[in-house]
């Protein structure tokens, strides 16, 4: 009888991981075919279990898609912050965050793809947290003098993480670097700040 306890814990702990695996190649194929254009039986294939045992955990694609994008935008905000917090200075956290966001499409394709997919429909439920933090960022560096005051910094949060993931910011991020991105994303800034 006290085994069914560890037991129920030991199922639990499985449901947890088999839902998180499930949730990282959903998020996948969503940046591989676009949030719309995979079918539940890919996301099975994909973490090789039986279609009828995602919808043990998702009652339908609509639930599993939304699960993917919550998961894929506290992924987001948490690496975000992972980035810049270590660094001291407002300046360098803004630098750190453009940087963090100029990688995202090498190093973390999936979530370059549903913030691209989050800024175009506004619809994710865990989007609001991100711009929030950016604009903190920008408010912070305009307190420390290292960003013009006269930017308004929900429009300038809104812009870095707009230009972090248009198309022209893939092709530059892949083929030059996300150095090179960093430099037109800084360029950017300072030209609209001097217009």
Not at 63 to 78: P, T, W
Not at 109 to 129: H, I, Q, V, W
Not at 141 to 148: L, N, R, V, W
Not at 157 to 183: H, M, N, Y
Request: net charge neutral; proline share 6%; hydrophobic share 45%.
């Amino acid at each position: 009888m006290p085994r069914e306890p560890m037991d129920e814990r030991f199922r639990d702990r499985m449901r947890r991981e088999r839902s998180d695996l499930i949730l990282r190649h959903t998020a996948t194929l969503g940046a591989e075919l676009g949030w719309d254009g995979f079918r539940v039986e890919d996301v099975a294939q994909r973490v090789g279990v039986a279609k009828g045992t995602i919808y043990l955990d998702f009652p339908d694609k609509e639930n599993l898609v939304g699960a993917a994008l919550s998961r894929c935008g506290a992924e987001l905000l948490e690496l975000l912050r992972q980035s810049v917090e270590p660094v001291r200075g407002a300046g360098a956290q803004m630098s750190a965050a453009l940087r963090f966001l100029a990688a995202l499409v090498v190093d973390h394709p999936e979530l370059s793809a549903y913030l691209r997919s989050a800024m175009s429909s506004r619809s994710s439920p865990s989007l609001g947290e991100v711009p929030r933090y950016v604009r903190k960022l920008v408010e912070a560096a305009q307190a420390s003098q290292e960003m013009p005051r006269d930017v308004d910094p929900e429009l300038a949060a809104e812009v870095v993480l707009a230009a972090s993931c248009v198309p022209a910011s893939f092709r530059i991020a892949t083929k030059r670097g996300p150095d090179q991105l960093v430099t037109e994303l800084s360029a950017l800034l300072r030209s609209l700040a001097s217009a």
